[in-house]
């Protein structure tokens, strides 16, 4: 149980471009969901919170309007990057908390990232 | 604000050795901390969660600690083995999950 799957695995856009990466929840239901963003050789920073039915919470930093989240059902969220450009090229990765599936209150399930290229 | 440490950055040990990762954090008021497994390119894979009222984890030929007011967490894995090459992430979940900077281990047949 408490899987979390993403897509694309992988995208190459041009810059200048938007680009939408989706986050699901396949067996539970996810109130809350998490997109971080990974560069190479680093380790994971949180960019938002994502709640269902309201407004993201961006961490400080973020430009929010550079990085569009809709989570719009219990299952999804949407990460969309808009005029991308090279510098945000990247591994972003999404998580949900599980709740009754998880061992822990607070243990968050991961996706399998998404490599976004911007040339 | 929270601040996760991870020490050795990378370490290299033939087959069969045991490995010590460290992670150390700042703020002891968490709810669990997790340790991550990350080959290249790919997602995480958790590996084990310690809940805040306990003190230690096993799965196999992993076992981690964790010493909440010594801000420390160890995650051992006895006789290692090539597979076990990859980078190992431990972090620590408070209002928010925060990680360190990871271990890569390489371990060479």
């Known amino acids: 149980g408490a899987v979390v799957s993403q897509h694309p695995s992988w995208v190459i856009c041009k810059s200048g471009t938007s680009v939408k990466i989706e986050c699901r929840s396949l067996?539970?239901?996810?109130?809350?969901m998490f997109w971080y963003r990974q560069f190479p050789k680093q380790s994971l920073m949180l960019m938002a919170t994502s709640n269902e039915g309201s407004k993201a919470t961006y961490e400080q930093g973020v430009e929010k309007d550079k990085f569009l989240i809709n989570h719009a059902s219990l299952t999804l969220s949407t990460l969309t990057v808009t005029s991308a450009h090279p510098e945000d090229s990247s591994f972003y990765i999404c998580s949900a908390y599980a709740g009754g599936l998880a061992r822990s209150s607070y243990e968050q399930y991961f996706g399998p990232g998404t490599r976004l290229t911007v040339t | 604000k929270q601040e996760v440490t991870q020490i050795p950055a990378a370490l290299s040990v033939p087959e069969g050795e045991n490995l010590v990762l460290n992670c150390s954090f700042t703020?002891?008021?968490?709810?669990?901390l997790q340790w991550f497994r990350q080959d290249p390119g790919k997602g995480l894979t958790s590996l084990l969660l310690?809940?805040?009222?306990?003190r230690e984890q096993t799965s196999g030929r992993l076992n981690a600690s964790l010493d909440k007011s010594s801000g420390r967490s160890t995650l051992y894995i006895a006789a290692s083995q090539p597979g076990d090459s990859a980078t190992y992430l431990c972090a620590a979940a408070g209002n928010k999950l925060t990680f360190g900077g990871g271990t890569r281990v390489l371990v060479k047949p």
């Open positions: 703020d002891s008021a968490i709810y669990n």
């Open positions: 067996d539970f239901q996810a109130t809350t």
């Open positions: 310690i809940q805040s009222s306990q």
